[in-house]
């Protein structure tokens, strides 16, 4: 196996301040190619960094009735970036695809989340789907859809997403174009309000 | 660093570094717990080169994805080398708060504060 990190040593200004004890997360999920990864660089005050993970996955694609129950193992990237937000506390945004099928990678990052940002392409909404029924059926965490605003991309009135999204009313809708960084920052505002009014922040989970 | 590279087949890699074990021994640690080397500590004199190389990152506070980052192997794996090297005293787990609970209140509005002021 290579290593990589002799080429690639640490500047001590990566290093986060000796103050800080504290660190939180945000998940940003969403279909291949919405711009989580933009985002996190935009906020980010390190070069977005990306990890593998190693996860198994049933087939995709294979014929059900040929099939026999069939995995496969697959290397999914995470890229992540990190924000002091306090002199104690650092925020850091782990990307993440949404899709059911790449559960088991954030099943485990989930713990403990402040919350997600839920990504979506008015092109593709429909690929948005998967990722907000896996987020509803499967935790109990707040989150807050973010419309990435690709020029060509079609522009519809939040409430139309809402209804086409099927999204409760509390539910924060925020456009943004994830290549600004005062706009990525309006995103993570969004959901920490949303998360602070949630009733689960309210109390330990059980 | 894209979008569209983000998913890719290959075969499993190789645990040889942990021999053989896929689970640390301590289940606290998440990708964003900050670690932090025990100063002045030399490394065992069993320690791999990876545990050198991490001990080294660690001189600074860094969250365990940014350690695996930089070693350029999975979070997962860093979390078992991770493990061997706290119960060794070598590694400190610098944010000292239940890794399952979800941020109080308090922590929730230092973050809102700190995202305002950005």
Known sequence: ??????????????????????????????????????LIGSVSEIEPLRTEEVITTASVGVDPVAGHGEKTTTTVAMDFGRVTVSPEVALYLFGTPGQRRFWDLWAGLADGAVGAVVMI??????????????????????????????????????????AALDLLPSTPIVKCDARDRTSAVRVLVALVEHALTFPVFQKVLA | MRDDEEYRDHPVRSYVLTSGRAHPTRNTLRPETLLVAVDGRPAPATASGQQRELLRLCRGTLALAEVAAYLGL??????????????????????????????????LEKVLDGLRNL
């Open chain 2, 74 to 107: 999975p979070v997962s794996l860093v979390a078992v080398l991770v493990s061997d090297l706290v119960d060794t005293g070598h590694l400190t787990i610098r944010s000292n708060h239940q890794a399952h609970a979800l941020p109080s209140r308090d922590v």
């Open chain 1, 1 to 38: 196996m290579d290593s990589v990190t002799s080429e690639q040593p640490v500047r001590s200004s990566q290093h986060l301040a000796p103050t800080v004890a504290r660190s939180v997360k945000v998940l940003v999920v969403g279909a291949f190619g919405v711009g989580k990864t933009t």
């Open chain 1, 121 to 162: 392409d008015t092109r593709h909404l429909e690929d948005s789907f998967e990722v907000l029924d896996q987020l509803e059926l499967r935790t109990t965490m707040p989150f807050a859809v973010v419309v990435n605003e690709f020029p060509d991309a079609p522009q519809y009135p939040v409430e139309r997403l809402r």
